[in-house]
């Protein structure tokens, strides 16, 4: 387990222009479920179960940045019309907005350490746009990111 106690995911958030486009869809979907909570859907359960459910978010990112995360609250079996068996990634509804971070597309989630991840930004800065990726990528290299 990481010094932290707790591992993040990251995941693309393909089809979704901004996040509040991501709030919007995720509201549709919380109005059709039993308990209000957002459910995505993976083929892979995490080996690393235990440590993402120690406190542990996923990182969405949104056209090539991560823009903002989630708690994760919960995982659930569920399986498909298919009749595979899949995972269920149970998410607090409230999306916390980030500082935008560079990132380059790949297949299906990946784990995040809690070192990497950007920091959630702070109260009254939500709104802001975020920077764009070439201006992100060059700060974070001088670590001003």
Known sequence: MGS?????????????DDVADLARWQAS????????????VTRMWPKRGDEV?????IYWVIKGLILCRQRIVGLEEQRGGDGILRCALVLDPELHRTAS????P??????LAPADAPPDLPPGREQEEPLPPGLSKALEEMGLL
């Open 4 to 16: 932290a106690g707790y591992v993040n995911l990251m995941k693309l958030s393909v089809g979704t």
């Open 106 to 111: 790949f297949q299906g989630w990946r784990y």
């Open 53 to 57: 459910l120690a406190g542990g978010s």
């Open 29 to 40: 979907r919380r109005a059709q479920s039993a308990d209000g909570l957002n459910r995505h």
């Open 101 to 104: 971070v560079p990132r380059r």
